[in-house]
């Protein structure tokens, strides 16, 4: 069974904070995801990372997916209280069908 | 930007009857995926479908569910005899082709079994 373990699993910051947030396998992925899912809704893409080394932005974050493709971070800098939600990663396995395995997430609280 | 969508957004129906999800995945994707979660849990895979069989399948997905695709747009997950614990919040997810990696996520059914 492939595990992906996010940390922290709680974390609470004021509004202008940076913080970063991991995930960790022991296994090797194809491509690694990292969603953003607010309560009672779906999870939505925030960005897909495919080679190892390989960091993205979008904003305020910052994902990197680790060289040996067995983990990422997502960075996010100056804080938001709108930032505030359950961030995901997730990663799939080079097999076509490529079912996603999902981290146990990151609950973000952001204080104004 | 086209979008996955699901109906019903909440249903609630009665230990032991048939239940059915349905999804639109986006128009051209090729691969379509259930999952699950249980409040305060993780997502949870369920099973994928390809060219119009079950490609892979977890052991969740026992023989009370089953999939279909019964035209070129829906796809349905049926739960022949809903449990107690198989109330949740169900994803569907689609993904355009094998060199693509991202799966896109339906806003999800919440399936409350009483």
């Known amino acids: 069974t492939q595990l992906l373990e996010q940390s922290p699993q709680f974390l609470s910051i004021q509004e202008g904070e940076n913080l970063t947030v991991y995930c960790n396998s022991s296994?090797?992925?194809?491509?690694l995801q990292w969603y953003r899912q607010e309560p009672g809704e779906g999870p939505v893409l925030l960005v897909t990372?495919?080679?190892?080394?390989e960091v993205k932005k979008l904003k305020r974050l910052t994902f990197q997916f680790g060289d040996a493709r067995k983990d990422s971070s997502l960075h996010i800098t100056a804080a938001q209280p709108g930032d505030t939600g359950l961030y995901l990663c997730?990663?799939?396995?080079?097999?076509?069908?490529?079912?996603?395995?999902f981290g146990d997430g990151t609950t973000l609280t952001v204080k104004p | 930007e086209p979008e996955v969508t699901q109906t019903p957004s909440h249903q609630v129906t009665q230990m032991g009857q048939e239940v059915i999800l349905r999804c639109v995945p986006i128009?051209?994707?090729?691969?379509f995926y259930w999952y699950r979660q249980i409040l305060g849990q993780k997502v949870e895979f369920l099973v994928s479908?390809?060219?119009?069989?079950?490609?892979?399948k977890s052991e969740i997905f026992d023989d009370q569910f089953s999939v279909e695709r019964p035209d070129g747009s829906n796809f349905t997950l049926k739960i022949r005899s809903t449990k107690l614990e198989d109330s949740a919040m169900y994803f569907c997810?689609?993904?355009?082709?094998?060199?693509?990696?991202?799966?896109?996520f339906g806003p999800g059914t919440r399936l409350t079994v009483l």
């Open positions: 997810a689609s993904r355009s082709g094998t060199s693509e990696n991202t799966q896109y």
């Open positions: 296994s090797v992925f194809s491509s």
């Open positions: 990372v495919v080679t190892g080394g």
């Open positions: 997730a990663a799939r396995t080079s097999t076509n069908a490529g079912k996603s395995t």
């Open positions: 128009s051209n994707h090729l691969y």
């Open positions: 479908f390809y060219n119009n069989e079950i490609s892979e």
